[in-house]
């Protein structure tokens, strides 16, 4: 079980992080539309999966627009913003954000935490129990993940540069 901080504060969290070569585990979240989104619906693609705790939230707002930024400019790569926000919350701040790419698509976890428990990001306790710790996941053509990062501080950004650097080496 791996382990965070909040403002400097430990937070524990739930599960095991993949480490590069695993194969990616499965998941379903909830797209605006409300119908489901799986792994497999992203089959043969080359994948950023993005876990942040709110899109309500100036770092995951930041986060957010800076994937949509970089990532539009790439072919062959497809986003997958996943929060605790309900899809009308998320389908709003893309509309008031501008971000309407299809290379980049958010994903709700308010009926399933399979993506949190399955990618040790879930937050076992403390005020932000329930939601993910900010993490980015690099997944291949056959869904195996090559790179991995968990923001030490929930507070902090990943490092974009690094992730799209992987991300495309495998286009």
Known sequence: MA??????????????IPKPGDKA?????????????????????VKILVA????????????????NEKV????????????????FAMKRFCSTEGIDSENLITGSQFKDFSFSKNY????????LAGLSA???????KDDIIRYTELVPEIGSEPNY?????EAKKLV
Not at 75 to 85: C, K, P
């Open 161 to 165: 540069d690094t992730v799209l650097a």
């Open 134 to 140: 900010r993490a980015v996941f690099v997944v291949d």
């Open 120 to 127: 040790g990001t879930h937050i076992a306790a403390g005020p």
């Open 52 to 67: 942040v705790p709110s899109l309500d939230t100036a770092v995951c707002a930041l986060e957010t627009k800076k994937f």
């Open 25 to 45: 585990p499965d998941f379903r979240v909830a797209k605006q539309d409300l119908g489901d989104l799986t792994l497999k619906d992203l089959a043969g693609k």
């Open 3 to 16: 382990q965070v901080t909040l403002k400097g504060n430990p937070v524990p969290l739930e599960g095991n």
């Open 72 to 87: 539009a400019k790439e072919n062959g790569i497809t986003t997958l913003i996943i929060s605790g926000d309900l899809p």
